[in-house]
């Protein structure tokens, strides 16, 4: 065993050039990229793939379908890195195009066609990674967080929209179009009751969904006495106009025991409870990891109730249904990890 004191002498110039080879290393970014409903995410992933630098910004929508990848190629630039980007990783809510590199048809992002891949390619000159925002989140739940060791996994986001990740047998799924695991789009109500913003009616989105849970209050509120919705919470949030009405008030009159919300918030657990059930019939996995602002914010409103019921409606083996630990940041660690899935 070689002691310090007997290690080789550094020359001033030696040390000089194993700093600077340490700094060129270190100056080697990955960019994160989470495309939401709501807000879009930026981030420079550095060595060990730690976030070293984040933006957050309202999606932006009024320039046009470009309006969104050019949004995203001034999210880069504004977060100034001082090295060489190596290239860039896209967890984009769906659906998706993946030889075409883009978003189509997005119920949430309100256009039929958003380039991504070519305009960042053409802007940054690297290669572009670009998978479903839920498989991102799948990917970084298996490689960081409590997937890990887990075969069969899937990760369920309830934000604007729904969505999942999912691994069978230690393989990601994809599908032809990158669209395997829209689970949002199971329709739960044969009915049709309420259009989902993909245009379909039916779907577990139309309900459960952060941006359409409004549109669910209102339709229950049809069927409530004018006397029982004016002594409601509800009712004075919104100053009883409920097209102001928002998910995050809803579940906050719940937490404040208003009982009419209360109800409708039992009535979403039961439906999100008939949505897991689908998940865990069709893909069979050990573990659901859920994330998703919705979820994040009131996860005993949330998943308690899917604990509780999913029972009633699954024919396998109960999975175990967990709140995600890497927070709102799990689809920005995704997108750092994509290049080593899709090499």
């Known amino acids: 065993m ?11 110039k030696e040390h000089f050039q194993a700093e600077n080879l340490v700094s060129t290393i270190e100056m080697n970014y990955i960019v994160a990229v989470d495309i939401g409903g709501t807000n879009v995410r930026a981030a420079l992933g550095g060595p060990g793939n730690k976030i070293v630098s984040r933006l ?16 995203i190629i001034r999210m880069i630039r504004s977060l100034d ?8 990783g896209i967890g984009a809510a769906g659906p998706l195009d993946l030889k075409d590199g883009s978003i189509v048809n997005s119920p949430n992002l309100g256009f039929d066609h958003i380039p991504l891949a070519k305009p960042l390619e053409e802007e940054f000159g690297v290669p572009i990674y670009l998978a479903n925002d839920c498989v991102a989140a799948v990917v970084a739940e298996k490689e960081l967080g409590q997937g890990k060791g887990c075969a069969n996994l899937v990760y369920v986001t309830i934000s604007s929209g729904i969505g999942a990740g999912v691994f069978v047998d230690d393989h990601l799924l994809l599908g032809k179009d990158g669209n395997a695991h829209e689970v949002g789009h199971i329709t739960i109500d044969h009915s049709g009751r309420l259009v989902c913003g993909c245009g379909k009616r039916g ?26 919705i004016e002594r409601s919470l509800l009712y004075r949030v919104c100053v009883g106009d409920f097209d102001m009405l928002s998910s995050e008030d809803l579940f906050e009159s719940a937490r404040k025991g208003d009982t009419l919300a209360l109800q409708i918030v039992k009535e979403i657990g039961r439906l999100n409870a008939i949505g897991f059930a689908n998940v865990a019939n069709t893909y069979d996995p050990e573990l659901i990891s859920v994330g998703g602002t ?7 409103l949330v998943l ?3 604990r509780q019921l999913i029972g009633e409606y699954s024919v396998n083996r109960i999975p175990e249904i967990r709140l995600t630990e890497l927070g709102e940041d799990i689809v920005l660690y995704g997108a750092l990890a994509l290049s080593r899935q899709q090499r």
């Open 2 to 12: 070689q002691c310090l004191s007997d290690s080789p002498k550094v020359t001033p």
């Open 56 to 71: 957050v910004e309202r999606s932006e929508r009024l320039s046009g379908r470009a309006g969104i990848s050019q949004q």
């Open 81 to 88: 890195p001082t090295g060489r980007i190596s290239c860039i």
């Open 203 to 228: 779907h577990w989105e139309a309900y459960c969904g952060g941006a359409n849970i409004p549109n669910f209050v209102k339709f229950k509120l049809g069927s409530k006495a004018r006397t029982e």
């Open 294 to 300: 919705v979820a994040l914010a009131n996860p005993d």
């Open 304 to 306: 308690e109730p899917v």
